[in-house]
């Protein structure tokens, strides 16, 4: 497709329960970004994948998240033992460049509701 | 924190007017981006503006960059019902590779 897409779009879940996020990015781009946005809030970095670069993981909140980048494209994000603490929505942009200067595309997010 | 803040939280005008946000933040940047949240939906790139620009234009909007006060405002003109959304600043912080958002700021134009 010609954006980043994300799915699934919603999804509720049960908390302990584990689930997974999947961002496709635009073709090309070697930069994945992953962000969180809480309700009424701004977005709090997660990770970010660059190229064949180890990710930098210095925003994942606790070792509950984990993320990976298979074969330089698709990205899943993977929430243990989800808790309700967790509910948020969850966005990947990718760019073309690393973060330097680089514009961020966004995907239209994957919403989580841990109940 | 190192977060870019937004000011205001929310504004609200009527169709016309011109609407003005700020953004503040701490540390030496390479760049600034100004980002459009449309209710439900994923983030739009606006504009960028380099950290040795002073000013910088699209269409409608206008945007600056003071250095040296860590400050930067974009300015909405003749803004419509459409323009409403929230509206974040993202740092891009020298020897770091992510962008850092605010937490916006809400617009709502009616008409």
């Known amino acids: 497709g010609a954006g980043v897409s994300q799915s699934p779009s919603n999804k509720v879940t049960e908390k302990g329960k584990d689930v997974e996020l999947r961002c496709d990015p635009i073709?090309?781009?070697?930069?994945l970004y992953w962000y969180r946005q809480s309700l009424g809030q701004g977005l709090e970095f997660l990770i970010y994948f660059q190229g064949n670069s180890a990710p930098d993981k210095s925003g994942l909140p606790s070792d509950r998240f984990s993320a990976e980048r298979t074969g330089g494209s698709v990205s899943t994000l993977t929430i243990q033992r989800t808790q309700q603490e967790d509910s948020a929505v969850y966005l990947c942009?990718?760019?073309?460049?690393?973060?330097?200067?680089?514009?961020?595309?966004f995907g239209e997010g994957s919403r989580l509701t841990v109940l | 924190s190192q977060q870019g803040e937004e000011d205001p939280q929310a504004l609200s005008i009527q169709e016309g007017e011109n609407a003005t946000m700020n953004c503040s933040y701490k540390?030496?940047?390479?760049?600034l981006q100004w980002y459009r949240q449309n209710s439900g939906r994923g983030l739009v790139h606006l504009i960028l503006i380099r950290s040795n620009e002073r000013e910088k234009h699209s269409g409608r909007l206008r945007v600056t960059l003071d250095t040296s006060k860590k400050s930067s405002s974009l300015l909405i003109t003749a803004s419509r019902a459409a323009d409403t959304a929230s509206y974040f600043c993202?740092?891009?912080?020298?020897?770091?590779?992510?962008?850092?958002f605010g937490k916006g700021t809400m617009l709502l134009v009616s008409p």
């Open positions: 993202a740092t891009d912080w020298e020897g770091y590779s992510t962008l850092t």
């Open positions: 942009a990718s760019s073309r460049t690393s973060g330097n200067t680089g514009e961020l595309f």
């Open positions: 073709s090309g781009h070697t930069a």
């Open positions: 540390t030496s940047i390479n760049n």
